[in-house]
């Protein structure tokens, strides 16, 4: 039986255009799934948009139409923008389904049955950008206003409302955090989630009556939930809440990967909800980075959004991700530019890996007629540079299960770059002047290491690593991580296909 696994995106707000961000939190959990599907895992990848709320129903407003047709709207945008990443996700969920609703109402009730939810009257701070509610110590007074750290005013607010007993959960939260050490990563978010709740947690405000979209509550149809609720039951519905018994199994193996930004709602108001609702906790939440634009932080006012659409049209998809996945340690902030997009690809995938691989072949071609003239042993694979192909994917499988992306991909690039010392130490096209059977012996320990490359690589350059694979003419049964073996190596006389370059430089 297959080990199960569940990977979620947030749900993206649908008030405006997918942006780098966006991008950015789904090539992450498409990477992760695609991994962990070659790894002979039973993968779940959820992910989608948020469709209520006071923001949208301006939006909406704004732009003359129903909330219904905006979100309908925009939401194709994000569908669209998975496709053009080629997203592998098994579920899209949009917060207007049905099977939505019935999660969400299921969810509340529960909540309600446990003594958890109580009627009173809201006062307090509220940002419509964030649509969330601030204490007056997270926030920052100009004036006679006071602005959330993203510099948005708030408001405030006065309505009856029904609250969530979030204050009763602390204790359970910071002993939960204690003995679960990895359940919030990376560990600076991890301590900040901790101060967070150490200063003292207050009762939550969970609907609103001052506007209508979004989904009722019940016996109380004046009453809205508060969207975050609303936003959150998604991982929930994904596996069929509230009969998802089949599917309880993914859930204890439940990874979220956020922006930094939502990690208050994802790591504070979810995990007490789920107490509250006497529900498991997910495995972890990971909060990532911010990207900012040439060393500015991105901005509508600054009009400098990153188009993903764009920038895959210009330099291509896997050069996108690539850059994306490798740029940065996941959790750190990054800074986007077409400068040092260009840079990385043409160094890492035109000269060190789609060059060598160029060259390798097409001497094979020119020498051997393309076909493998060298027959692997025991001694051969015991031996420099088979020996570390072959270790190489614990060394990948340990840090990418540890959400180490980029340390990853670095590990393989590592090799890589081995592989052009090897090929350049050997000399194969002086060699083969004197001593053809050990050129036959270096091109086809180079072909083999290319197989593992080509295998290993899949997850995170999907488009290359095909085209690899098959210019090696691997058997797309034999390309699943239980091949990267050296029982699997590929034997005297296996034939190739012409070689196609892989990485074109970008000029």
Same mark, same amino acid.
Request: charged share 25%; hydrophobic share 40%; aromatic share 16%.
């Given at each position: 039986m297959k080990n199960k696994i569940y990977i979620t995106t947030p749900i993206f707000y649908v008030n405006d255009l997918p942006h780098i961000g966006h991008s950015y939190t789904s090539i992450i959990c498409d990477a992760l799934a695609r991994f962990y599907r070659l790894n002979n895992f039973d993968v779940l990848f959820t992910t989608g948009t948020d469709e209520h709320g006071l923001k949208v129903e301006k939006a909406a407003e704004k732009s003359g139409m129903t909330p219904n047709n905006f979100v309908d709207k925009v939401s194709k945008n994000f569908r669209e923008l998975l496709q053009k990443i080629d997203s592998t996700n098994t579920d899209f969920i949009r917060t207007t389904e049905n099977r939505h609703e019935i999660a969400c109402k299921k969810f509340w009730n529960t909540l309600c049955e446990n003594n958890q939810v109580y009627l009173s009257k809201y006062k307090g701070w509220y940002s419509i950008k964030d649509e969330s509610f601030y204490q007056e110590k997270e926030l920052i007074k100009k004036n006679d206003s006071f602005f959330t750290a993203d510099n948005e005013k708030v408001e405030w607010i006065e309505e009856e409302s029904f609250f969530f007993k979030l204050s009763? /959960?602390?204790?359970?939260? !910071?002993? %939960? %955090?204690?003995?679960?050490?990895?359940? $919030?990563?990376?560990?600076?978010?991890?301590?900040?989630v901790i101060s967070f709740v150490k200063s003292g947690l207050k009762d939550l405000s969970i609907s609103r009556t001052s506007f209508k979209w979004g989904i009722n509550v019940e016996d109380h149809n004046n009453h809205i939930m508060y969207v975050w609720i609303d936003a959150l039951v998604n991982y929930l519905t994904s596996l069929g809440y509230p009969n998802f018994k089949e599917k309880k199994n993914y859930w204890n193996e439940c990874i979220h990967v956020i922006g930094k930004? $939502? !990690?208050?709602?994802?790591?504070? %108001? /979810?995990?007490?909800?789920?107490?509250? *609702?006497?529900?498991?906790?997910?495995?972890? $939440?990971? *909060?990532?980075?911010? /990207?900012?634009?040439?060393?500015?932080?991105i901005s509508k006012s600054l009009g400098n959004s990153i188009d993903p659409n764009k920038i895959i049209d210009n330099f291509g998809l896997d050069?996108?991700? %690539?850059? !994306? !996945?490798?740029?940065?340690?996941?959790?750190?902030?990054?800074d986007f530019s077409e400068k040092a997009l260009k840079n990385r690809v043409n160094s890492d995938l035109s000269n060190n890996l789609g060059n060598l691989v160029q060259r390798t072949i097409k001497f094979l071609f020119k020498n051997f007629e393309g076909v493998l003239p060298s027959q692997l042993n025991l001694n051969s694979i015991d031996n420099y540079p088979l020996k570390d192909a072959y270790l190489l994917f614990q060394k990948v499988e340990k840090l990418i299960n540890n959400l180490e992306l980029s340390k990853g991909i670095d590990e393989i690039f590592v090799f890589i770059s081995k592989l052009n010392k090897f090929m350049d130490e050997s000399e194969p096209w002086n060699l083969i002047k004197d001593d053809r059977e050990s050129t036959a012996r270096v091109l086809t320990e180079l072909i083999e290491s290319f197989r593992v490359i080509g295998i290993i690589l899949q997850p995170f350059l999907p488009i290359a690593s095909k085209l690899l694979l098959d210019t090696l003419n691997i058997d797309n049964k034999l390309r699943t991580f239980e091949y990267l073996n050296s029982k699997n190596f590929l034997n005297k006389g296996h034939k190739l296909n012409e070689p196609k370059a892989l990485f074109p430089r970008l000029e």
């Open positions: 009763e /959960w602390e204790n359970s939260l !910071l002993s %939960y %955090y204690e003995n679960c050490p990895e359940f $919030i990563q990376p560990k600076s978010r991890r301590n900040e930004d $939502i !990690l208050k709602f994802h790591a504070v %108001y /979810w995990p007490a909800m789920l107490m509250a *609702a006497k529900l498991p906790l997910p495995k972890k $939440i990971f *909060a990532h980075g911010w /990207w900012t634009n040439e060393g500015k932080k050069q996108f991700r %690539y850059f !994306l !996945l490798r740029e940065v340690t996941l959790g750190q902030d990054g």
